[in-house]
């Protein structure tokens, strides 16, 4: 079945030029027929599905160029705003490692002067509890093994047997007559 076209029409179908329709149109190659002193042409059906095929896969291809171009576009812009944000990001973490760094020393200083102006108390209190950081008192010593449900009866034994044993731990001072008790670790007692 063919179709009646403009010679303009018949170009497109045909992917041709005007030029190209007009000489195939002289050389016999295409019917055709004149109207009102207008060229037709007489166009077969499947050329025109043809081509409307054609001119579809060229547009699709085009808009495919096309979002290629666009994307390529966005990508370089993409990167462009990653490099800027690693520099910005780079130069934010230098001035706050910066910043710290120096809080960090204005503490260092702050810590020595006050070392300095309490040092005297300091070695004074530290002397204190040297003296008595090594005994405890007996009293101390029952309260400590009634936390673990001893009875008073129970601690004196063991303190006896610790004393007869000469158990370092335990010491007792004739001229004073007191039972003085080292610090230590005493769950081996219980």
Do not use: C, P
């Not at 896969?57 to 705003?81: A, G, N, P």
């Not at 008595?132 to 673990?148: H, P, Q, R, T």
């Not at 004393?163 to 004739?174: G, I, S």
């Amino acid at each position: 079945m063919e179709r009646l076209v403009s010679t303009a029409e018949a170009a497109k179908i045909l992917n041709l030029s005007l030029q190209g329709v007009h000489y195939r149109i002289k050389n016999n190659q295409l019917n055709f027929t004149k109207k009102n002193g207008k060229t037709y042409v007489y166009i077969k059906e499947e050329d025109i599905n043809e081509t409307a095929a054609s001119n579809t896969q060229d547009s699709l291809i085009s808009v495919k160029d096309e979002q290629i171009k666009l994307l390529r576009k966005v990508v370089k812009w993409h990167k462009k705003q990653y490099k800027q944000e690693i520099i910005r990001l780079q130069f934010a973490h230098t001035e706050l490692k910066e910043a710290l760094q120096s809080e960090i020393k204005l503490l260092q200083d702050a810590f020595w002067e006050m070392k300095k102006i309490y040092q005297h108390q300091i070695s004074f209190n530290q002397q204190k509890t040297d003296d008595n950081e090594e005994l405890i008192s007996l009293k101390d010593f029952i309260l400590l093994f009634k936390k673990y449900s001893e009875k008073d009866i129970d601690v004196k034994k063991i303190i006896i047997q610790r004393l007869k044993q000469k158990d370092n731990r335990f010491v007792y001072d004739k001229n004073k007559k007191e039972i003085f008790i080292n610090k230590s670790y005493f769950l081996d007692l219980l």
